[in-house]
C-alpha cells in the first residue's frame, strides 16, 4: 500500500474529511510518464491544420527534434517536430484527418517514471460514504482576441469573443468578423451568434432535399475543399464588402527589357569571376524583380497604398488606415495545390538582385510545399503576374486588411507610334490595377500607376 500521508496533509486546506480508508494498487510492473504532444498554434490565426503525413508510426523510438507530421494549414505546409525523447506510443490522428490547434498529436512515453499518484494508471477504493465533496472553483472564461501576433501592424479589424462562442460559430459556419457584438468595446456575445444564425436562416432560402438530389445526379459528386480553397474561399467572402474601383494602362517594356538583359549578363560576370558566388548560382533575373523594386519605390510617395484598414475596439463604424513603412509585397503564385500568396519583406530595402534572390527561394519553397507560416504575415500590398499563363487584363481582388492590388499579363510586340508620328514594334505590357474606393480616390491611384509606369519605362530612374 502507497502512504498517501504527505499528500492528505498537503490537501488539507482544501476540505475536512471523517475518517477514512484510502487504498490504490496497480497492475503494471512499473509507472512512466505518457507526453500528450499536443498542436502547438502557428500563429496567423489558424485554428485547425489537415494531417498530410506521418514520420514516425507506433512503436518508434524518438528524439527531441526529429520530425513527427506534417500538417496543412489554409496558408502553408509545416513539419511538426518532437520536444521529447522516447517512445511513440500513440499516434491521435489519421492522414487526412483536420488538427485543432492545442488537440494531441501522438502520446509519447518518456521512460521517466511518474512519481506523482495523480498521473498514475491506478484504481481507487474509498471506503467512505461520509467523505465530504469539495467543490472547485469554476475558471472564470478567457476571453479569445483575434489577431495577428503585433497590434501595430494588425491588418484586421479585432474580434473579441470567448471560447464558447467561438464553437458555436464553427459548429454553425458562421464567420464571426460578419457577426455585429453587443457587448462591452464591441464584443460577440453568445446571443449575437444565436442571432445572426437566426435570421441568415430566414434570409436564405432553403433548398429541398429533392432538388440537391437532382443537383448531385446531373452535375456528379461533391468533394470537400482543400485547406488552400477553404482560406481562399473565406477570404474571397471578406473581399466582397471592399467597393473595388479599377484603372488601367500600358507600358512600353523596351528599356526595362535592357535591364534585366545587362542584370543577368552581370550574374554571369560574377559566377565566373567569384565561384563562391553561391547565392547567385542559377539565379536569372525576370521581369518581376524590376516591377517590384518600381513598384516599392512608387509606394514612397503614395503610402496610403500600402496602408491597412483597422477598426477602433472592432467597430466598423470607427475605421483608422494604418500606415506602414515597410513593404511587405504579396505574389500571386500559382501551385498544383492551388493559388497561395507569399510576401517578399522589406523590398524598400532590397536590391533588384536581392529581391530576385527572394522569389527565387519563395518559388522553390511553394514547389516543395515548404513555405512558413512566416512567409505568409504581414503582407501590405498583392501584386499577382499572369503573363506566362496568358492573358492581358486581370481585374484582381483586394485582400482584406490592404487597399491596393496590381495585376500585368503577357509582354506583347505591337505596333505603336513613336515620338515622331512613325510606327514602330514596341514591348507592350498591359496592367490592372484595384484600389479600396472606401480610402483611395481615383486620382491617386493614376498618379501612383503613373509613377510605376515611368520607372519601367526610364529604369535607370531608379538609381535616384
Known sequence: MINLSKFLKRSASCGSFKTSTVKYFHTSSSLFKIEQFKLADIGEGIAECELIKWFVKEGDEIS??????????????????????????????????????????????????????????????????????????????????????????????????????????????????????SGKDGRIMKEDVLSFIQHGAKSTPSIPQEGLKGIAATTGAATPLTQIQKAMFRQMTKSLSIPHFGFSEEIILNESIKIRNSLNEYIKFENKANKNAANLKDL????????????????????????????????????????????????????????????????????????????????????????????????????????????????PVITEGQVCIGSVGKVQKLPRFNKDGVVVSQDILCTSWNADHRVVDGATLARFVTKWKGYLEQPAWLLT
Not at 527531441?64 to 491521435?92: H, N, P, T, Y
Not at 522569389?359 to 514547389?367: I, P, Q, T, V
Open 64 to 181: 527531441q527534434f526529429d520530425k513527427i507530421c506534417e500538417v496543412q494549414s489554409d496558408k502553408a505546409a509545416v513539419e511538426i517536430s518532437s520536444r521529447f525523447d522516447g517512445k511513440v506510443v500513440k499516434l491521435c490522428h489519421k492522414l487526412g484527418d483536420m488538427a485543432k490547434v492545442g488537440s494531441t498529436l501522438v502520446e509519447i512515453d518518456t521512460g521517466d517514471e511518474d512519481v506523482a499518484v495523480e498521473e498514475a494508471a491506478t484504481e481507487k477504493i474509498v471506503e467512505n460514504k461520509n467523505m465530504q465533496q469539495i467543490q472547485t472553483p469554476t475558471p472564470k472564461t478567457d476571453i479569445i482576441l483575434e489577431d495577428f501576433s503585433n497590434a501595430h501592424k494588425k491588418s484586421n479589424h479585432l474580434i473579441f469573443t470567448t471560447p464558447a462562442v467561438r464553437r458555436i460559430s464553427r459548429e454553425n459556419n458562421v464567420d464571426l468578423s460578419l457577426v455585429k457584438g
Open 284 to 395: 536569372k533575373i525576370t521581369f518581376m524583380a524590376i516591377f517590384l523594386k518600381a513598384m516599392s519605390k512608387s509606394l514612397l510617395s503614395f503610402p496610403i497604398l500600402n496602408s491597412g484598414l483597422v477598426f477602433e475596439s472592432g467597430d466598423l463604424s470607427k475605421p483608422l488606415l494604418q500606415y506602414r513603412d515597410y513593404h511587405n509585397i504579396g505574389i500571386a503564385m500559382d501551385t498544383p495545390q492551388g493559388l497561395i500568396v507569399p510576401n517578399i519583406k522589406n523590398v524598400e530595402t532590397k536590391s533588384i538582385i536581392e529581391i530576385a534572390i527572394e522569389l527565387n527561394r519563395l518559388k522553390n519553397l511553394s514547389a516543395q510545399e515548404k513555405l512558413t507560416p512566416k512567409d505568409f504575415q504581414q503582407t501590405t500590398i498583392t501584386f499577382s503576374n499572369i503573363g506566362n499563363v496568358g492573358g492581358t487584363w486581370l481585374h
